[in-house]
């Protein structure tokens, strides 16, 4: 039954014209903001530490933009289904490919450290659109539409998955190909987490990135993708993270992660509605115990 429902709503996606895409995605965040009260007061409240000086007419304009967007990137992403990768591209900007014509020169493996901003789910497939092989790590989905969703568009599309369960043993042997391997480094590790500076608040962050860019001794970027306007998006690749590569391990995958949140917060702040607003990034606390005063 569940099986057929999710037929059903990609059927109907699907079907809407390109034209109505923003309208109807605005038209469901207004609606969601009012139906998920959970999902609506944790976007606040995340949008209250971070823009503690933003009046609440702005966070609450934000925060139905930020549940558009999520309707829109599902949209995109249903569709994105029944294109070849040509035409997917004919709708992206490439900023900065430039930055990675060395280790492609050389077809060594590299890292990439990205976060779940613009269409995140797209950026692999951007990837491979601009001709270089991807491996990324991924998790099963809490919702069956999204799991059948983004399963689908990563295998069709020829990009290398990567279970969570078996990354630490599957990264160690990607970083010996000539595979770009991209981690998504925006969200609360817990108590096995780095603690960097994000939005001047102490937080937990998942080290992968720098651990394996460290570990294979190969270079560490970070790139973005984001919504321009209406179905055009922008995938903007940035320098090089540079440490020096005496420092011992943990200095330096310290500093490379601290500089990989201050890239991602700079992003965050030129589009605050396309970020994953919708999760508990500052759940953890430096001693390592929960925020149960910030999040309940």
Excluded at 40 to 63: G, Q, Y
Excluded at 110 to 118: D, P, T
Excluded at 215 to 224: E, M, R
Aim: hydrophobic letters at 45%.
């Amino acid at each position: 039954m569940k099986s057929k429902f999710i037929d059903c709503l990609i059927f109907l996606l699907e079907r809407i014209p390109d034209s109505w895409d923003s309208a109807f995605s605005s038209i469901c965040g207004n609606i969601l903001f009012f139906l998920l009260p959970r999902t609506r007061e944790l976007i606040l409240k995340n949008l209250s530490i971070v823009f503690p000086d933003w009046p609440d007419e702005k966070k609450h304009e934000v925060a139905v933009k930020n549940l558009s967007h999520y309707i829109l990137n599902l949209i995109e992403l249903v569709k994105a289904r029944n294109k070849d990768i040509k035409e997917i591209m004919k709708n992206v900007e490439v900023v900065g490919l430039e930055n990675f014509s060395q280790v492609r020169k050389e077809k060594k493996s590299f890292i990439v450290a990205s976060a779940h901003l613009g269409n995140w789910e797209l950026l692999a497939t951007m990837s491979i659109g601009v001709g270089i092989p991807i491996a990324i790590i991924v998790k099963e989905q809490v919702r069956d539409i999204i799991d059948k969703l983004f399963s689908f568009l990563r295998l069709t599309k020829g990009i290398v998955l990567v279970e969570k369960e078996n990354a630490l043993r599957e990264g160690l042997k990607i970083i010996k190909t000539d595979k770009l391997f991209a981690l998504l480094s925006d969200q609360d590790a817990g108590k096995n987490g780095v603690f960097v500076d994000f939005f001047g608040i102490k937080s937990s962050t998942y080290p992968g990135a720098a651990f394996f860019a460290y570990k294979g001794n190969i270079n560490l970027y970070t790139a973005f993708t984001f919504r321009k306007e209406r179905n055009k998006h922008c995938l903007i690749i940035e320098p090089e993270i540079k440490i020096d590569r005496s420092l011992p391990r943990d200095e330096w995958i310290f500093l490379a992660m601290t500089e990989i949140a201050k890239r991602t917060e700079s992003m965050i702040r030129l589009y605050p509605e396309q970020w994953l607003w919708c999760q508990k990034r500052f759940k953890t606390l430096p001693t390592k115990e929960v925020n149960k005063e910030l999040y309940g």
